[in-house]
């Protein structure tokens, strides 16, 4: 068995790298960060943290950056009655009920 380099050996940008990797495009990221702990290169918690917060942040990014842009979109097509227009239901006439 050979024996392992120690942990820690890569500085903070290498964290900082994940962070910034895993908010564009997580999961080539997350198997080369997988394979530098899997060599004891990286420290398998602190990848697993930077991964987590830059995912989350990328997808608060895309979540605030797309919601004004199409925000627009979803008032233009729809009429008063709250649906757009091709998917309204036809008018059916409810038959009464009379109870004798």
Do not use: C, N, W
């Not at 900082?16 to 997580?26: M, Q």
């Amino acid at each position: 068995m050979l024996p392992l380099a120690p942990v820690h050996t890569a500085g903070l940008s290498a964290y900082v790298g994940i962070t910034i990797a895993a908010a564009l495009e997580g999961e080539i990221t997350f198997v080369g960060a997988a394979a530098l702990v899997s060599q004891g290169m990286l420290d398998p918690v602190a990848v697993i943290a930077s991964g987590a917060m830059g995912a989350a942040l990328g997808d608060q990014f895309y979540f605030y950056a797309f919601r004004g842009s199409f925000g627009g979109l979803k008032t233009r097509s729809r009429d008063s009655g709250g649906r757009p227009p091709h998917t309204r239901r036809p008018e059916i006439p409810q038959p009464r009920l009379s109870v004798r």
